[in-house]
Nanobody, 125 residues
């Protein structure tokens, strides 16, 4: 059974940082690209960032480019999202999703079959 489990969310002040983790199991992790996607209150799903299976290629949405960094540790089956300079508009539930190919990872969220349960990030003073 494919499982993706996010952790690391919480409450942070504007300008602060958080690091999210996505622990994967039930599939050959090193074969798949992984993305982070978020859903703000009252909004749709927004693709944020993706990384290829080996970790050598990454891409980012304009809304987070320069502030967020995606990385992965294939030895531990974990993908990370380092989030810096957080803004109130980053408040959302953050999900990781496994692509069915290494690269390029889809930016269309409808193309992802496997999702985690999400972790809440709240940016507020």
């Amino acid at each position: 059974e494919v499982q993706l489990v996010e952790s690391g969310g919480g409450l942070v002040q504007p300008g602060g940082s958080l690091r999210l983790s996505c622990a994967a199991s039930g599939f050959t992790f090193s074969d798949n690209g992984i993305s982070w996607v978020r859903q703000a209150p009252g909004a749709g799903l927004e693709w944020l960032s993706g990384i290829n299976s080996a970790g050598g290629y990454t891409n980012y949405a304009d809304s987070v480019k320069g502030r967020f960094t995606i990385s992965r540790d294939n030895a531990k089956n974990i993908v990370f999202l380092q989030m810096n300079s957080l803004k109130p508009e980053d408040t959302a539930v953050y999900y990781c999703a496994a692509a069915q190919r290494s690269w390029p990872v889809p930016q269309a969220v409808s193309e992802y079959a496997y999702w985690g349960q999400g972790t809440q990030v709240t940016v507020s003073s």
